[in-house]
């Protein structure tokens, strides 16, 4: 395995990290911002043709291949759609374009759900969908609400009303290579004993591997174990039950593995070595597998599900999110930004459905596993997947995910470092009081 590092796949972490919900800019959603009031639907359907401005993420307009379905919709429609790409924060420029009233663009791509969705409708950026899409004259428009996955539904929706329209989902799986899980004579691990005992063969039989390790902290491992551990993973102020049963033993049996030299306790690192081919078994956002596979081949790596306490039961499932297209407040032409939209993502544009399944991975939508990932081998992990998010616990639309990522991490961090002999507990009540101490500051405005 020498000639790893010579393979690594030529797309960034960040690219990565982006493509897969933007997980690194969800402390940025902290931000508290008066509550927004109705939206206003912008530019109704006109006689006269109008331009569709369309902002899009970089990452996304390639991932979802954005040129090419405007290229496709031109060709077809009166409202020709201009792509634009921003450059630096999308939301500040959006932010400063509305309240200066000389915003250009009509919708944005993407905003993550549910994390980010109040702090868009909180400073006024964005407007609900609803009554856009009851009016879209879009062919089957009306059958494109209907296939989203009903969990993630739920995450493009604020207070009723739906903000989003999702491209593509994503949630938090084991991953593993076959050379070092083979070579241990371990089985594909699915819960905690069992992810412990192939890191120990595999210690033991390939000591140049990292046996397990997670790509980031605290979303890919600590969060993600409370999902697997428990029925009830959020406590009723709407943040993750940090200090609950599940929390504790998480901790306590990542403590365990770091002693054990199974595992490391910082991860700047973690997701790089992965895709360099040096760790074993990956807790990750769940496209590892498909990137491994990229890099080293088909055979070589494989992705599963979501790490569970107990074998034969998914308990709150996994963490998920979404990366959603919205119609932003006060667009000029509201409703053909919605119509593109609808268009899309809708069952009958297959170019973005396949780009969708085989590239960006974990489509939204029930047509698109019906067309291009049902049959298809090498895809059949996004079947298990898409299953998982269907039955798990969504997170709650607020803004406190920055917040809890903050607080949690340089806790964990120090819980995990055997020098510093802290407590599961006392770590986890440290981060906690924390968290209530910057929501109490965010209730001050």
Known sequence: ????TDQLHN????????????????????????????????????????????????????????????????????????????????????????????????????????????????????????????????????????????SVLESSKYEGKQYTIPGNVGSVALGWFWEPLNAAGAEPPETWDEVRAAAE?????????????????????????????????L??????????????????????????????????????????????????????????QQTFGEDAAT??????????????????????????NGANNAQGMMDFLLWWFGPNNKATGEQIATVAAKPAYQYTYDDFIKGNSVQAWQLDGIELVRESVPFPVNLFWGLQNSAAAPWIEKALDPGNNMSAEEAMESALAEMHDEMAKMKQG
């Open 1 to 4: 395995m020498n000639n790893r």
């Open 11 to 150: 797309m960034s972490r960040r690219q990565f990290l982006m493509a897969a919900g933007g997980v690194t800019v969800a402390a940025a959603l902290a931000a508290c911002a008066v509550p927004a009031p109705g939206g206003d639907s912008g530019g109704a359907a006109s006689s006269e043709a109008q331009q569709i401005s369309f902002l899009v993420r970089p990452d996304i307009r390639n991932a979802y291949a954005a040129d090419a379905a405007a290229e496709a919709w031109n060709q077809e429609s009166e409202q020709k759609i201009v792509i634009d790409e921003p450059a630096g924060a999308a939301d500040q420029k959006i932010q400063a374009a509305v309240a200066a009233g000389d915003l250009i663009w009509d919708g944005f791509a993407v905003i993550e759900g549910p994390w980010g969705i109040e702090s868009w409708v909180s400073r006024d950026l964005i407007q609900p969908l609803d009554d856009l899409i009851a009016v879209s004259t879009v062919a089957d428009a009306d059958k494109v609400v209907p296939a989203i996955i009903p």
């Open 201 to 233: 063969a595999i210690k033991a039989s390939s000591p140049d591997w990292t046996p397990f390790d997670a790509a980031c902290s605290p979303l890919c491992d600590h969060i993600s174990m409370i999902w697997g551990a428990t029925d009830a993973p």
């Open 235 to 292: 406590t009723d102020e709407g943040l993750v039950d940090w200090t609950g049963e599940a929390s504790i033993a998480a901790l306590k049996w990542k403590q365990e593995m770091v002693a054990a030299e199974l595992m490391p306790g910082i991860h700047g690192e973690s997701f790089g070595n992965w895709l360099k081919g040096g760790t074993a078994i990956m807790t990750s956002y769940d496209v590892h597998g498909t990137m491994a």
């Open 303 to 328: 992705t599963g599900l979501n790490i569970k306490l107990e074998k034969d039961d998914i308990k709150a499932g996994a963490p998920f999110w979404l990366n959603g297209s919205v119609v932003l």
